[in-house]
Nanobody, 129 residues
Framework: QVPLMESGGGTVQSGGSLRLSCAAP????????MAWFRQGPGKEREAVAI???????NYADSVKGRFTISRDNTANTLYLQMDSLKPEDTAMYYC???????????????????????WGRGTPVTISS
């Protein structure tokens, strides 16, 4: 089991920014597809952004232009820069890893359980209006 540990969540006002991090100390996942998922109150978990081992990215339409996923393979850390935050971004955010290549279609991931092999425990994000 590859341990993934998210951090950086918190409460910010609408329009603010947060930067989430996901670390995997002692493990290297530079060849993995990495992703951020979120689960809002009363909602199913959904894929927010994915980044492949070659740096290729894909985003959910709801966050395009506001969120940026990136990875530092030297530091074994995944990031999610979230700008122009909205109340509807309130959710538990999870990072996840898949030993295979990223899928082209973000909708293929659904809740992610059937694709992503490794998950963190999540970090909460609350956006106040």
């Amino acid at each position: 089991q590859v341990p993934l540990m998210e951090s950086g969540g918190g409460t910010v006002q609408s329009g603010g920014s947060l930067r989430l991090s996901c670390a995997a100390p002692g493990y290297t996942y530079r060849s993995y597809c990495m992703a951020w998922f979120r689960q809002g109150p009363g909602k199913e978990r959904e894929a927010v952004a994915i980044i492949d081992s070659d740096g290729g990215t894909n985003y959910a339409d709801s966050v395009k232009g506001r969120f940026t996923i990136s990875r530092d393979n030297t530091a074994n850390t995944l990031y999610l820069q979230m700008d122009s935050l909205k109340p509807e971004d309130t959710a538990m955010y999870y990072c996840a890893a898949d030993a295979g290549k990223c899928r082209n279609n973000l909708q293929d991931y659904g809740a992610g359980s059937h694709i992503m092999q490794y998950w963190g425990r999540g970090t909460p994000v609350t956006i106040s209006s």
